[in-house]
């Protein structure tokens, strides 16, 4: 029979599978700290690779708009000042966004250009102008190509965060899969030991057996334990996405990080999406759909959002000039801006309209809603305008912005008319298919 020190010797003791864990676990830390910070990265350099381009190619569309108004013969002398005034304002904001390769120079060409161009129609030389005309057409395409160059370029510079990321991961995941290797080839090892010790006392006084019983529960606890804590860091070696937002055995600080990487993703396509949208407005779907058929099937997609709220329809028959997706986009747009304006002190009431009129089809939607004063009413359609009564309501002020420009881009209007806590009522007028 073996003395206590034979024992003793027999088995390792446990702190080497204390610090294994120990280390597993600073591995995992240090794989979560990695991953929130990659995710925060990208999200940031998403952020202003998106900004910036959408924004300089909408200034450039802007520009090129102006200069085609500034040279057309029906402009009259009051326009003419005002696309004056435009394209100076355009081109303050366009400056501060001339940051990539070759995109400066373009730009103070551009600039150059038309101010000949302005110089040009001043002296109504009409040479002149087709010439400097056609040098502003060609400078701001050059602008636009150099934009989507330097998107791509910050596109490959996130593809390849996103790669030392999975490097980073894939490493940190192999050192994990080693040391909990290690640790459950040491757990057997322990176990076997146990086991044999066991067996080779089984024979002994009712006290040593009564105490390698208790021993026995020890180990199946410590053994169950063990197998609880090994799952858990083998997890994020399937995947720290699994690991952050459907791991349960997370601490609730890992998971309210989580939780908010999840929501800063979602915000930003939402921008991306909103921004899209806004860029695609000006080139809306042709074809032909009827508000009749159209109106409903938003409505019912939008139910959810308009539990408890009193909806009235008054949906003519009569079809517009736009696809089914294009009006869809409208109403959307529409509904869901009097969903977020809601008052907080009464039921929500919408009536949406569609009337024939001479030439055209005029949608219309009323709400009781929190309404605008007059100021925010008058800048209502103006991309990323935010109101005074909506700077606690979640958007990015482009839902109306889209409207508008379709409505425009289809060879329609919108108008709005609002009093604060009163409601507002929007007519988008669209034309006859």
Same mark, same amino acid.
């Given at each position: 029979?073996?003395?206590?020190?034979?024992?003793?010797?027999?088995?390792?003791?446990?702190?080497?599978?204390?610090?294994?864990?120990?280390?597993?676990?600073?591995?995992?830390?240090?794989?979560?700290?990695?991953?929130?910070?990659?995710?925060?990265?990208?999200?940031?350099?998403?952020?202003?690779?998106? $900004?910036?381009?959408?924004?300089?190619?909408?200034?450039?569309?802007?520009?090129?708009?102006?200069?085609?108004?500034?040279?057309?013969?029906?402009?009259?002398?009051?326009?003419?000042?005002?696309?004056?005034?435009?394209?100076?304002?355009?081109?303050?904001?366009?400056?501060? %966004?001339?940051?990539?390769?070759?995109?400066?120079?373009?730009?103070?060409?551009?600039?150059?250009?038309?101010?000949?161009?302005?110089?040009?129609?001043?002296?109504?030389?009409?040479?002149?102008?087709?010439?400097?005309?056609?040098?502003?057409?060609?400078?701001? #395409?050059?602008?636009?190509?150099?934009?989507?160059?330097?998107?791509?370029?910050?596109?490959?510079?996130?593809?390849?965060?996103?790669?030392?990321?999975?490097?980073? #991961?894939?490493?940190?995941?192999?050192?994990?899969?080693?040391?909990?290797?290690?640790?459950?080839?040491?757990?057997?090892?322990?176990?076997?030991?146990?086991?044999?010790?066991?067996?080779?006392?089984?024979?002994?006084?009712?006290?040593?057996?009564?105490?390698?019983? /208790? &021993?026995?529960?020890?180990?199946?606890?410590?053994?169950?334990?063990?197998?609880?804590?090994?799952?858990?860091?083998?997890?994020?070696?399937?995947?720290?996405?699994?690991?952050?937002?459907?791991?349960?055995?997370?601490?609730?600080?890992?998971?309210?990080?989580?939780?908010?990487?999840?929501?800063?993703?979602?915000?930003?396509?939402?921008?991306?999406?909103?921004?899209?949208?806004?860029?695609?407005?000006?080139?809306?779907?042709?074809?032909?759909?009827?508000?009749?058929?159209?109106?409903?099937?938003?409505?019912?997609?939008?139910?959810? #959002?308009?539990?408890?709220?009193?909806?009235?329809?008054?949906?003519?028959?009569?079809?517009?000039?736009?696809?089914?997706?294009?009006?869809?986009?409208?109403?959307?747009?529409?509904?869901?801006?009097?969903?977020?304006?809601?008052?907080?002190?009464?039921?929500?009431?919408?009536?949406?309209?569609?009337?024939?009129?001479?030439?055209?089809?005029?949608?219309?939607?009323?709400?009781?809603?929190?309404?605008?004063?007059? $100021?925010?009413?008058?800048?209502?359609?103006?991309?990323?305008? &935010?109101?005074?009564?909506?700077?606690?309501?979640?958007?990015?002020?482009?839902?109306?912005?889209?409207?508008?420009? %379709?409505?425009?881009?289809?060879?329609?209007?919108? /108008?709005?008319?609002?009093?604060?806590?009163?409601?507002?009522?929007?007519?988008?007028?669209?034309?006859?298919?």
């Amino acid at each position: 029979m073996q003395s206590s020190h034979d024992i003793a010797v027999a088995v390792p003791r446990s702190w080497p599978v204390m610090a294994a864990l120990g280390m597993v676990a600073l591995l995992l830390a240090a794989t979560i700290a990695v991953d929130l910070v990659a995710a925060r990265r990208v999200a940031q350099r998403t952020t202003e690779i998106v $900004e910036n381009s959408q924004r300089s190619v909408e200034l450039a569309d802007n520009l090129r708009e102006q200069s085609h108004r500034l040279v057309d013969p029906t402009t009259s002398p009051e326009d003419l000042v005002a696309v004056t005034r435009h394209i100076r304002e355009d081109a303050r904001a366009y400056d501060p %966004t001339a940051t990539s390769d070759g995109e400066r120079e373009e730009w103070n060409r551009l600039q150059s250009l038309l101010a000949a161009l302005e110089r040009s129609v001043g002296d109504k030389d009409p040479a002149a102008i087709e010439q400097t005309s056609a040098d502003v057409e060609r400078s701001i #395409d050059k602008l636009v190509v150099i934009n989507r160059e330097a998107a791509h370029a910050q596109a490959d510079a996130i593809r390849q965060v996103h790669q030392k990321a999975m490097a980073a #991961d894939a490493l940190v995941g192999t050192l994990t899969f080693a040391l909990v290797s290690g640790i459950a080839l040491l757990l057997v090892r322990v176990l076997g030991r146990q086991r044999a010790l066991i067996a080779r006392h089984i024979d002994a006084v009712d006290e040593r057996n009564r105490v390698l019983d /208790e &021993r026995n529960r020890e180990l199946d606890a410590f053994a169950a334990r063990a197998a609880h804590d090994l799952r858990a860091p083998m997890n994020p070696i399937r995947g720290y996405a699994d690991l952050l937002l459907e791991g349960n055995e997370r601490p609730e600080e890992i998971r309210e990080m989580a939780s908010r990487i999840r929501v800063a993703v979602d915000r930003m396509g939402r921008v991306v999406d909103d921004m899209l949208e806004l860029s695609r407005a000006g080139r809306p779907t042709p074809g032909q759909s009827s508000p009749a058929q159209v109106g409903p099937e938003v409505l019912d997609q939008m139910a959810p #959002d308009l539990i408890g709220a009193d909806v009235r329809t008054e949906l003519t028959p009569e079809r517009v000039g736009c696809a089914p997706g294009v009006l869809e986009q409208i109403l959307r747009n529409l509904i869901g801006n009097a969903i977020k304006f809601r008052s907080r002190q009464r039921r929500l009431e919408l009536l949406l309209g569609a009337y024939a009129r001479a030439g055209d089809i005029e949608l219309v939607l009323v709400d009781n809603g929190l309404g605008m004063d007059a $100021e925010s009413a008058a800048h209502a359609f103006e991309p990323y305008y &935010r109101g005074r009564t909506d700077r606690e309501v979640p958007g990015h002020g482009l839902g109306l912005a889209i409207v508008e420009r %379709t409505a425009r881009a289809l060879g329609g209007s919108c /108008e709005l008319s609002s009093a604060p806590d009163r409601g507002t009522r929007i007519a988008v007028r669209l034309p006859r298919a």
